[in-house]
C-alpha cells in the first residue's frame, strides 16, 4: 500500500508532458515559428527573415483553409502580435462577421500596427463597420490609413472579394513552386483568377506585349 501511494505521489508532481508540434494547431505552430517575419524582420537582416518565409507562406494557407472559427476567434485576444495578426487575416477571408465587434475593436485599438492592419482588412472583405474603417483612415498613421482606404473600396464594390481569396486559397500551394521567381531569370508560367472571374495565365500574354505585375502585402 506504501509503494503505491509512493507511486502515486510521484506521478501527481511530474510535470505535464511537453506538447508536440503534431498535436498543435496551424495558429499555435504560426505562433512558434523560428523566423516569424512581421515588422521586426529587418533588424535580423534579410538572410534570416528570408529563412523562414516558406513556412510563414504554408502556414497561411494551412490556418485559412482549415483552423476552426473558434480557435481564430480566441486567436485575436492572444498576446502574440502575429497571432492576433494572423487570426484577424483569416476572419475576414472566411467570411465570420460574428467576429465583426472584436476586429473593429483591434483596428481602433490595438497598439500593433501590423494587428491594426489586418482588422481593418477584414472589414472591408466582412463589408462591416464602414463607420470604423472611416475612423481609422482619418487617424492612424499611412499604412494604416492606406489599408483603410482599400477596405472603403472593397466595402463599396459589387464584388465578394473574400470569396475570391478564399477560392485562391482553397487551390493551395506547394513548397517545390515557391521561389521559383527569380532577378535575372524567366518568368515561370502561372495562373490567376481575375476579378471579373476569368483565368490569366502569363504565358498567354508573355512576348505578345508589355507586362507589369504589381502587387502590395504587409507580411505577418
Not at 27 to 38: K, N, T
Not at 84 to 98: E, N, P, Q, T, V
Not at 138 to 143: I, Y
Not at 187 to 214: E, H, M, N, R, W
Amino acid at each position: 500500500m506504501l509503494r503505491l501511494m509512493s507511486a502515486i505521489v510521484c506521478l501527481l508532481l511530474l510535470p505535464p508532458p511537453l506538447q508536440s508540434q503534431e498535436s498543435k494547431s496551424a495558429l499555435e505552430r504560426y505562433r512558434d515559428l523560428e523566423f516569424p517575419g512581421g515588422p521586426d524582420a529587418s533588424k535580423v537582416g534579410f538572410k534570416v527573415f528570408e529563412k523562414g518565409w516558406q513556412d510563414r507562406v504554408a502556414l497561411e494557407f494551412e490556418i485559412i483553409n482549415t483552423a476552426d472559427l473558434k480557435s481564430l476567434r480566441a486567436g485575436l485576444k492572444n498576446e502574440d502580435r502575429l497571432v492576433r495578426s494572423m487570426a484577424a487575416r483569416a476572419l475576414g477571408i472566411r467570411g465570420d462577421k460574428a467576429s465583426a465587434d472584436a476586429l473593429a475593436d483591434l483596428a481602433l485599438n490595438d497598439p500593433e500596427f501590423m494587428v491594426r492592419i489586418r482588422a481593418v482588412e477584414s472589414l472591408g472583405l466582412l463589408k462591416m463597420k464602414l463607420e470604423v474603417i472611416e475612423a481609422v483612415k482619418k487617424k492612424d498613421e499611412a499604412g494604416v490609413a492606406w489599408a483603410a482606404d482599400l477596405s472603403i473600396d472593397q466595402f463599396k464594390s459589387k464584388l465578394d472579394c473574400a470569396a475570391q481569396i478564399r477560392n485562391a486559397f482553397a487551390v493551395g500551394i506547394k513548397r517545390k513552386e515557391m521561389g521559383l521567381a527569380k532577378v535575372g531569370h524567366a518568368a515561370p508560367d502561372f495562373s490567376a483568377q481575375t476579378l471579373d472571374g476569368k483565368t490569366f495565365k502569363l504565358s498567354s500574354v508573355l512576348g505578345k506585349k508589355p507586362i507589369a505585375i504589381y502587387f502590395a502585402a504587409f507580411d505577418q
